[in-house]
């Protein structure tokens, strides 16, 4: 980082003499807290930054008073700095999130503009991030699992008020990680495939002109949809054998996004397509179509790699989580790995797989194969059509105000007293939105959070009101978690899958909001099943992920090639293992599939821990029927960690056993 030359350099501080200068100083009593303050500090301090030894004597601080009184202080400090800077971010984003009319050109430049980028390095070069450091001590997350149950809430909030200062990473490394992650998603966003292009071995196309799938996503939604159509099996084969060619890297690099080329994916023959079968939208390209059949160059595991080679660079800078695997799991999911991973195990191994498997089968009328890890005909149904129901909302709330005006209202229907729902609905403000909706928390007491919804000319319609109940959720939980939580330090929620759990809590009561009949046994049923299959399927994908992770740790001068054939058999043998006894399919690598893995790494182990705590909270409000009361409790405890915060809320920590007995019950349900 310096450009001085070595010469002009101070001498290395001695911090052993440092410490035992200040222990001599404040006594025997102080001695673990000198030693850890002063490596704290160290860890972070850079040339640029000054005496460390001057600043040390001046900011350590013995008294316990003097350090009450420099906790409250930083404690309402941070509160002002985080709310206000939010603050100005939601309003330099505001014509970009809010239906205020025509958008200006500088307006998606002034949402690009993040003021809260900065603010941890600006803390830190101002020093009260090295204040902190030297008074308070890091915790690594197999501390706080060990210790958290018995920490007091201030001690909670010591551990949220060191953790800001966890990291300090130099600009030029950051930017390395963001750059990595912009190509490996520009890479994702264009890997397309024209459907109508894939022949099969009698030369016919099974795909409609014109459709264009990106991977994984759209190909894995278009073999979801194909359970309804009588030819659909053989579609869905067709679209195994893309994605199996996707991680395998033998697809023609010659068929990705370019509608010029046919390709069997079965014999890996290509050919050039007959101009009248091109569609007109094809992207203008220069070059001749590929028709020589070569392979992807790896490049799927070479933008994989970048990630990897980027994100290592941040290891030095992270003493408490020194690996991109820590980090996933040490700083917003909070879970650690080997904790994860027995939750994903358990929802893999359950012998409730087979048991599902059965009803599946038998509803298809024949034997399960790889294409049902996706299987989509678990339909919670029994609501009114859509059509019926978008007059019932939008007669309801013909307008934001409308829905704003309603809230109280509203919260009282889900169970919150008069009291607490006008309380509530005095601190929400709604506003309309440009997208589909969202809700923008506040971060500072006396400012309020969002809530945004589209609400078009004829009113709000069913789609746009049932967001508007999920982000509500959001909403009611930013209040509580904010305005009620005993510490600022410790607003919010432990994590996203936390504050979803939460907000599904009210979208799933829209229907009986509306006066309507709630959701009926049967459609119950099927929802659980639908939940089970998936968070069942996402497991696998999730384990892949974080062990290719692990593979590159271990082979950290991999080529792109090597770590093709590694990511291909960890998938495999996941397969063989979990999947392979019910849906067959011994040998396929389609668990690689999933684009997160290349361009949004280690993320992929949300989605089944999401599942799992909204069941694990839905079970415990079914319980009690108290909602709004429940509710309220759960979301003032503040962002503890994930166990200790369930441990309060529903009695045990983060259990993939909710879950489960819901399906164990759904399964017995259905029995005749
Ligand atoms: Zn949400």
Do not use: C
Request: charged content about 25%; glycine content about 8%; cysteine-free.
């Amino acid at each position: 980082m310096s450009s001085e030359p070595a010469s002009e350099r101070r001498p290395p501080v001695d911090l052993e003499a440092l410490a035992a200068e200040l222990i001599a100083k404040y006594g025997e009593g102080q001695r673990v807290r000198v030693r850890r303050g002063v490596a704290q500090v160290a860890a972070s301090w850079r040339d640029g930054d000054g005496e460390l030894a001057a600043f040390v004597r001046e900011h350590f601080i013995a008294d316990p008073g003097q350090l009450d009184a420099a906790f409250a202080r930083l404690e309402a400090v941070f509160e002002q700095i985080d709310g206000h800077t939010h603050e100005v971010g939601r309003e330099a984003r505001r014509a970009s999130d809010v239906d205020l009319g025509p958008l200006l050109p500088v307006d998606p430049l002034l949402a690009a503009y993040d003021p809260a980028a900065h603010v941890t390095e600006d803390l830190f070069l101002a020093k009260p991030g090295f204040v902190v450091l030297l008074n308070w001590p890091l915790t690594t997350l197999a501390e706080r699992d060990a210790e958290g149950p018995r920490y007091t809430r201030r001690q909670w909030a010591e551990a949220r008020l060191a953790g800001r200062f966890a990291r300090r990473v130099p600009g030029e490394v950051r930017q390395a990680v963001t750059r990595a992650t912009a190509e490996a998603d520009l890479y994702v966003s264009q890997y397309n495939l024209w459907m109508h292009h894939l022949v099969d071995g009698t030369g016919a196309r099974p795909f409609p002109s014109g459709l264009r799938l990106i991977s994984h996503w759209n190909l894995r939604d278009e073999l979801k949809g194909r359970y309804g159509d009588p030819e659909g099996l053989a579609k869905q084969r067709m679209i195994i054998k893309v994605m199996e060619r996707i991680v395998t890297q033998t697809i023609p690099a010659g068929v990705i996004d370019d509608p010029r080329v046919d390709w069997d994916p079965f014999t890996n023959k290509v050919s050039a397509a007959p101009p009248e079968t091109v569609e007109a939208n094809a992207p203008r390209r220069e070059a001749a179509p590929r028709l020589d059949g070569a392979p992807e160059p790896d490049i799927r595991y070479a933008k994989l790699l970048a990630q990897f080679h980027a994100a290592r660079r941040e290891d030095p800078f992270v003493p408490t989580a020194p690996t991109a695997i820590a980090r996933s799991f040490e700083f917003g999911r909070e879970l650690l790995e080997a904790r994860v991973t027995a939750l994903l195990e358990q929802v893999l191994a359950t012998p409730l797989v087979p048991r599902v498997a059965k009803e599946i089968e038998r509803r298809l009328g024949r034997p399960l194969e790889p294409v049902d890890l996706w299987y989509a005909g678990f339909k919670a149904g029994g609501a009114p059509p859509e059509p019926q129901l978008d007059a019932i909302t939008r007669e309801r709330y013909p307008d934001a105000e409308a829905f704003a005006r309603a809230m109280p209202e509203v919260l009282r229907g889900l169970g919150f007293t008069a009291e607490r729902s006008r309380w509530l609905a005095d601190r929400i403000r709604v506003e309309p939105s440009r997208g589909a909706g969202h809700a923008m928390q506040a971060m500072r007491r006396g400012d309020f959070p969002r809530l945004r919804t589209r609400v078009g000319a004829g009113g709000m319609d069913y789609k746009g009101y049932n967001i508007a109940v999920h982000e509500l959720g959001h909403n009611v939980e930013q209040v509580f978690s904010l305005d009620t939580v005993d510490h600022t330090l410790l607003a919010g929620v432990p994590g996203n899958a936390f504050t979803e759990a939460l907000a599904f809590v009210f979208q799933a009561r829209d229907l009986e909001l509306l006066g309507l009949k709630k959701p009926d046994a049967a459609s119950e049923r099927e929802r659980v099943l639908n939940d089970f299959w998936q968070t069942w399927e996402i497991a696998g994908v999730a384990l892949v992920d974080v062990a290719a992770w692990h593979w590159m740790y271990e082979h950290p001068d991999a080529t792109p090639t090597q770590l093709r054939e590694a990511v291909v058999r960890i998938a495999e043998e996941t397969w063989t293992r979990y999947y392979a006894p019910v849906l067959g399919g011994t040998s396929t690598p389609l668990l690689g599939v999933y684009s997160h893995m290349i361009s949004y790494p280690l993320y992929l182990s949300d989605y089944p821990l999401g599942h799992l705590i909204a069941f694990q909270i839905e079970e415990h409000l079914g319980k009690t029927g108290r909602l709004g009361a429940e509710f309220e409790r759960m979301a003032s405890f503040g962002a503890v960690s994930p166990d200790v915060w369930m441990t309060h809320a529903t009695g045990a920590p983060v259990s993939a056993e909710p879950l489960l007995r819901a399906t164990e019950a759904a399964l017995e349900s259905g029995r005749e």
